[in-house]
């Protein structure tokens, strides 16, 4: 599986962003989805997931409330609407996918691929 994301930007505090993640391939379906952030002299870290039906998602503390991830499994595309974003979101945002995990166990078992990062900036 081929990850493309896309989306990021810079926008003011308060604002919101959508970030989309496009994935190759015909078992998309069978991959559950997550997106992780890695702020500058910061580790990587788990934001949220999405599991291969769509039916769960898990969602770190500190997005619960202003972020929503969803997926369109017949666009083979993930994506994370993020609102109400802080300065403190800035980061490099990677989506990922693993096979068949639960979406809650996304944070803990690294994933078995990797998207591109892209930059979202938030200006206070």
């Known amino acids: 599986v081929q990850l493309q994301a896309s989306g990021g930007g810079l926008v003011q505090a308060g604002g919101s962003l959508r970030l989309s993640c496009a994935g190759s391939?015909?078992?998309?379906?069978?991959?559950?989805m997550g997106w992780f952030r890695q702020a500058p002299g910061k580790e990587r870290e788990f934001v949220t997931a999405?599991?291969?039906?769509?039916?769960?998602?898990y969602y770190a503390d500190f997005v619960k409330g202003r972020f929503t991830i969803s997926r369109d499994n017949a666009k083979n595309t993930v994506y994370l609407q993020m609102n109400s974003l802080k300065p403190e979101d800035t980061a490099v945002y990677y989506c990922a996918a693993k096979y068949r995990s639960a979406a809650g166990d996304m944070g803990a078992i690294p994933p078995d691929y990797w998207g591109q990062g892209t930059q979202v900036t938030v200006s206070s």
């Open positions: 999405i599991s291969w039906s769509g039916w769960n998602t």
């Open positions: 391939g015909r078992t998309f379906s069978s991959y559950t």
